[in-house]
């Protein structure tokens, strides 16, 4: 007897967050579906691990798109409309920013007018602008949540987004410089700028915009049981909807027939049918090596994988250090240290290197999650996400030794900042690379925000190409890759979308049959 | 002031698309397929490896040492300490074994690189090593993965004056350790303190003496011999702190036993819990020693029903086995590495049922554990069971 039925409605390739929602959001519209992950857990990047008996939060820094639970935002929604229930603790402050060479120290908290009042009380005179500047952020956000369930003509666009619609053309830099605020106050409201992973030149307002609404209005969250209590909820309330779950099992093929999907041959060597497959491995690896027969794929799709860039991966330094934050004076949550200036664009050239790095951004869990270490320890963890690019060259010999010196200088340089010298105070240290996300999920490259933001792939524009890029029927995408981008609250909605994509097909294919 | 004085432009939408559409249709058509970085994950972790036995030595009156050559291509990287996971087949049982790597990493690396490890014969527990130890012979095959394991030097944590403190085959991964800074390669010092009930019982002792030197240095502590000429005793505190320097790491490796006694000692000597790391060990001889075992389960015999996709197995299991012995007395082949709950790489889920899990073997995430993921290596049957498994 075999593993498999003979046939299910869908295939999902890979059990990280986007798939799992996708499976989810499949499962409960009555689709029979199997979920098929190459590692032996859950969740891609949400996870954890343990060393000394200690969990050790992996990778997230925190979500957005949770909000309060009176206030729910769509995450948060989605969740408890799937029954996945999350202990969701909310992240004290939004970030402390540290730019010493402008003397920027300041510590910003959620919250349009809270916010205004903390820059205004350094930077007097600008409180009126930065609250504009917040409206108009969250005009755009709001627009972006009803247009990307609802499109509309655009006379009915113009009528009733105008801002949307008036800012869209514009990078976050052109139109911030047009409030007239000091330089230092830009730099400030720049500081997100690495979680879409964009300099802000050629970052889209619209995207800018919302990450802006989102973090400052409904605030930021974690997971009490690490991010990987959210995969493992996710993947157990899936098996509840039906989902048949396979972890070490990688889909290594996806079969196409006529000029449709007809299934998935895994590594294994089983081959499983389905005439819908949602995938979460990047479109590069799957148009050029994962389609059968090759020629099914068509070359509007290779171009438009070569036309699209890359974005980041991540380079991290996660640490369980033997005393309390109070001790070490760690009084934040969340740290982004600049340690040149705020020029997102010299950032970006920097981060195609392999250090030492200008910006990084430093999480204190315990502020957030108190119980997250034993008593009088603290999980600290430094991040910088480099682009893929200077890591190409790099050999396994030098492996090893290269990760180690990046880290030693991440931690020496926010070792200067604390006061305290924290190589003292490791009990345990673990050093993730572009080379860990690529070993332990197969992303392209190590990528984990799928491509680059910027005006030549601008969000907008991912919307109104999407249905053009459905290439091969019975095909989508979920992931970071897919249309709303990076982040685990994006690859969420990404997962979702894809189930929406595949259950329209599968309703105009059964109309039509 | 000119806030967003521009916003009388309404076509952003449409000149961005008519970029993208641009760029897509002016990019190449050819497929590109270069990943450097998954290439170089490969490289690092290869998974499983076909190897070749090249040679086997007695290292002891009951231990050999074998070593192993990859039938084509190299060996990976990995750092002293770590094991490999041994793929076997006794009789019908399909299992894995972990040993430390006892060979250098750069011997793995070298023209002709080989990996080693040492098995000893005769312990009660040992169905794998003494099978090993009496079968295997130059030109034997084998499939192994590795790199695994944290049991390592780390610089940005340790101090570079380790103290090894080995008993029985624990002292592999030293051997291991010593060689490579014997040779220049890693920068350490390292004191071996290694103890045996008798000289006899000493693995390896030749190949210490001879990688010893003024950053190696090789004590033997004998229990059970009178007339023992040199350390005499347990690994002690006094002996401890007579050869380990001031601000030393304590690398600790050995049977079961031994970390309790020696995590004692080292909080007498107040060794901060950050320079002390402990090997895991395999799974305990007698698990109804462990703390919260209920001791009438002992003798019991259950059914586990095993989910594997859409198929279901019912097999015997015995309480005082962990499930994934279960699983592969009966043929039923279950992933596994550290076979200490540590590595998790046996994560499966408790569909129903009860299980014990020692608190010394117990890697659990604490998601699963609230929600019934349990590492099947290291999880006790206390009634009939219900699991999914992952399909190998």
Known sequence: ?513 | MKVYGFLKDVGGAGRVTARRQSLFQSASAEPQTRDPINELARALHPGPLALTVTDVRDVSPTARKLRFAPKQGRLPVFQCGQYLSLELKIGQTVTTRPYSICSAPYQARQEDGFVEITVRNGKSDGFAANWLYANTKAGDEFTASLPFGQFYYEPLRDSRHIVGLAGGSGITPFYSMAQEIAAGKLDAELTILYGSVTSADVILKNELEAVACDKVHYVNVISGEKDYPGEKGFLTREVISKYAGPDSTFFVCGPLPMYKLIARELAALNVPPRRIRMEVFGAPKDVSAAEGYPKDKLGEHYTITVVRGIREDEIPARASEPVAVALERAGIPIPTRCRSGACGYCHSRLLSGEIFVPADGDGRRRADRELGFFHACSSYPLSDLRIKIPIL
């Open chain 1, 1 to 513: 007897m075999g593993f498999y039925k003979e046939k299910y409605d869908a295939i999902v390739v890979g059990g990280a967050l986007s798939g799992m929602a996708c499976a989810m959001t499949l499962a409960s519209k009555g689709k029979d579906v199997l979920l098929l992950e190459r590692h032996n857990l859950p969740g891609g990047i949400a996870t954890s691990f343990v060393r000394g008996g200690m969990e050790i939060e992996a990778t997230l820094h925190e979500m957005m798109s949770i909000g309060p639970e009176d206030q729910p935002l769509k995450i948060r929604a989605f969740f408890d409309e799937m029954g996945v229930k999350i202990h969701w603790l909310r992240v004290p402050e939004a970030y402390h920013m540290s730019v010493p060479s402008e003397k920027i120290e300041i510590t910003l908290h959620a919250g349009f007018e809270t916010m205004a009042r903390e820059i205004d009380a350094q930077y007097p005179g600008t409180h009126d602008k930065v609250l504009k500047l917040m409206e108009l952020c969250q005009s755009v956000y709001s627009s972006v949540n009803v247009l990307s369930v609802h499109p509309m003509s655009k006379p009915a666009m113009l009528l009733r987004h105008p801002e949307f619609v008036k800012t869209c053309g514009y990078s976050a830099k052109e139109v911030l410089d047009t409030f007239g605020l000091p330089k230092e106050v830009c730099d400030i409201l720049s500081a997100y700028w690495i979680y879409v992973a964009a300099p802000l030149s050629n970052l889209p307002f619209t995207v800018y915009a919302v990450l802006m609404a989102d973090y400052f209005g409904g605030g930021s969250y974690v997971c009490r049981d690490f991010s990987y209590e959210m995969a493992a909820r996710m993947a157990v309330r899936c098996e509840e909807l039906g989902v048949q779950i396979e972890y070490l099992q990688e889909a290594d093929k996806i079969l196409v027939e006529d000029g449709h999907v007809r299934g998935v041959r895994t590594k294994r060597g089983d081959e499983i049918r389905a005439d819908f497959v949602a995938c979460s491995a990047y479109p590069n690896r799957c148009y050029t090596s994962m389609i059968e027969p090759a020629s099914a794929v068509p070359a509007a799709a290779i171009r438009s994988v070569n036309a699209r860039r890359l974005s980041v991966t991540c380079f991290s330094v996660a640490m369980l250090l033997d005393r309390s934050p109070d001790e070490l004076g760690i009084r934040d949550y969340s740290y982004f240290n600049s340690f040149t200036d705020m020029d997102t664009d010299k950032h970006w050239e920097n981060l195609k290197t392999l250090g030492p790095y200008h910006y990084v951004t430093t999480i204190c869990l315990n502020r957030a999650n108190p119980d997250c270490t034993p008593p009088g320890m603290t999980s600290l963890s430094i991040t910088t996400l480099p682009l893929p690019d200077g890591y190409l060259q790099v050999t396994e010999d030098e492996y090893l030794r290269l990760k180690r010196s990046i880290a030693r200088d991440m931690i020496e340089q926010m070792s200067v900042y604390f006061g305290v010298r924290l190589l003292d105070h490791i009990v345990e240290i673990e050093i993730e690379t572009p080379v860990t996300v690529a070993h332990y999920t197969g992303a392209w490259n190590g990528g984990i925000y799928g491509y680059r933001h910027s005006m030549d792939d601008h969000i907008v524009a991912r919307l109104q190409m999407s249905e053009q890029e459905n290439y091969i029927p019975g095909l989508a995408f979920c992931g970071a890759h897919a249309i709303s981008g990076n982040g685990m609250s994006p690859a969420i909605t990404n997962g979702r979308k894809a189930a929406k994509t595949l259950l329209d097909e599968m309703a105009k294919e059964a109309a039509q049959a």
